[in-house]
Structure formats: structure tokens, C-alpha cells
T-cell receptor, first 112, second 114 residues
Framework: QQQVKQSPQSLIVQKGGISIINCAYE??????FPWYQQFPGKGPALLIA?????SEKKEGRFTISFNKSAKQFSLHIMDSQPGDSATYFC???????????FGQGTTLQVKP | DSGVTQTPKHLITATGQRVTLRCSPR?????VYWYQQSLDQGLQFLIQ???????AKGNILERFSAQQFPDLHSELNLSSLELGDSALYFC?????????????FGPGTRLTVL
């Protein structure tokens, strides 16, 4: 019940294309869903986050879509750039705790 | 640069040994988290401290322990090390203890157990 399942494991997208990464969770008590971006040799950094009272959140080229009934959420990267090449992690948490449960990660490669 | 510092950057040791990883949170952050990142287990939450008190525990082995000191820096102690403990260990910090407070990750300590 504590798991967050992320897919795909890896993704190759052409420059200018749309990258889509999907996550699914089981625990309906989760109420905070962040996405983290990690470059090689660096720690993860928060990219964007959503709470389940909204179905979509957009920040620049990054959008989270959230489907509460399906217990799924996804990250869309519009106009993907080579600089977006990184590993992306979805996570879920109950806000009252600080504990983040991470998905397995998706390695994104954006080809020029 | 997230403002979170971790030392050492790399650590190579032998099975059965004990090591201490150190983390200094961002100035003003009261909450510290420890995560383990490995190829097979992914990024796993170990433990959280808030203002010196343990707040939440994850999949932390009994051989591992942590503490947060009055100056808010934290240490993760790993003992009786096994080959499988080889991983990247991240420290993160946030202003408060709730998860909607952004967690800022340090650069990590790479532990290799031979």
C-alpha cells in the first residue's frame, strides 16, 4: 500500500517533443504528489508538486495531471529540450509527515 | 547548490566496519531527512528528524542510526556494514516537518563497502 509505481523506466524523445511519465499509487491517504528531477552526480531537486484537490498544475513547460479516482498522476514535459535529459522521480506523501515515497525513476534522454 | 552540505563525498570501507555520514541543513531549516539510493531499491526514505526529535522512520535497518544535534546538523551512523549497504546516501532538509515543505537535497555521500 505504500508503493508508488512509475513508468516507463526509460524514455527517449526528440527535441521539441512531449515527454510523458506516469505514476500510480495505492494508498488513498496520500495527499501530496511531487516530482523530482535528478542530474548525474547531483541530488534530486523539486520540479513541481500537486495536491489532490486539483486535476492539473502547470509551471512553464512542466504539467502534472492528476486523476484521483484512478489513483494516477503524470508529468508532461512540453517542447522537451536536451537540457531536460535527467532522471525523474514521482513521489507521494501524507502531508502531515515528511516521508516521501518515491517511484523507481524514469531516465529521460532528449535527442537534439 | 541546494545549501545542504554532506561529508564525505565518497567513502570506501570494508564489511563489518562502522561509518558516520554528516549533513548540515540549509540555514533555518529545522527538518532533516535521510534517503538511500541504490540501483535495485531506488530512492528510499530512511528517517526524519525535526528540531532534534525523531519524527518518522522508514525502511531503516537496526544497524543504522541517526541523530540531529542542537545546531541542527545530523549524522547517520551505519555499523556492521555489508556489501549491500553500498549506495548513495542523501540528506535533505526543509523548513518545517510537513511534506509540502520543499525538501532540498544535498549532493550525497557515495558509500562503497568492499
Amino acid at each position: 500500500q505504500q508503493q508508488v509505481k512509475q513508468s516507463p523506466q526509460s524514455l527517449i524523445v526528440q527535441k521539441g517533443g512531449i515527454s510523458i511519465i506516469n505514476c500510480a499509487y495505492e494508498n488513498t491517504a496520500f495527499d501530496y504528489f511531487p516530482w523530482y528531477q535528478q542530474f548525474p552526480g547531483k541530488g534530486p531537486a523539486l520540479l513541481i508538486a500537486i495536491r489532490p484537490d486539483v486535476s492539473e498544475k502547470k509551471e512553464g513547460r512542466f504539467t502534472i495531471s492528476f486523476n484521483k479516482s484512478a489513483k494516477q498522476f503524470s508529468l508532461h514535459i512540453m517542447d522537451s529540450q536536451p537540457g531536460d535529459s535527467a532522471t525523474y522521480f514521482c513521489a507521494a506523501s501524507m502531508e502531515v509527515t515528511g516521508k516521501l515515497i518515491f517511484g523507481q525513476g524514469t531516465t529521460l534522454q532528449v535527442k537534439p | 547548490d541546494s545549501g545542504v552540505t554532506q561529508t564525505p563525498k565518497h567513502l570506501i570501507t570494508a564489511t563489518g566496519q562502522r561509518v558516520t555520514l554528516r549533513c548540515s541543513p540549509r540555514s533555518g531549516d529545522l527538518s532533516v531527512y535521510w534517503y538511500q539510493q541504490s540501483l535495485d531499491q531506488g530512492l528510499q526514505f530512511l528517517i526524519q528528524y525535526y528540531n532534534g526529535e525523531e519524527r518518522a522512520k522508514g525502511n531503516i535497518l537496526e544497524r543504522f542510526s541517526a541523530q540531529q544535534f542542537p545546531d541542527l546538523h545530523s549524522e547517520l551512523n551505519l555499523s556492521s556494514l555489508e556489501l549491500g549497504d553500498s549506495a548513495l546516501y542523501f540528506c535533505a532538509s526543509s523548513v518545517e516537518r510537513e511534506s509540502y515543505n520543499e525538501q532540498f537535497f544535498g549532493p550525497g555521500t557515495r558509500l562503497t563497502v568492499l
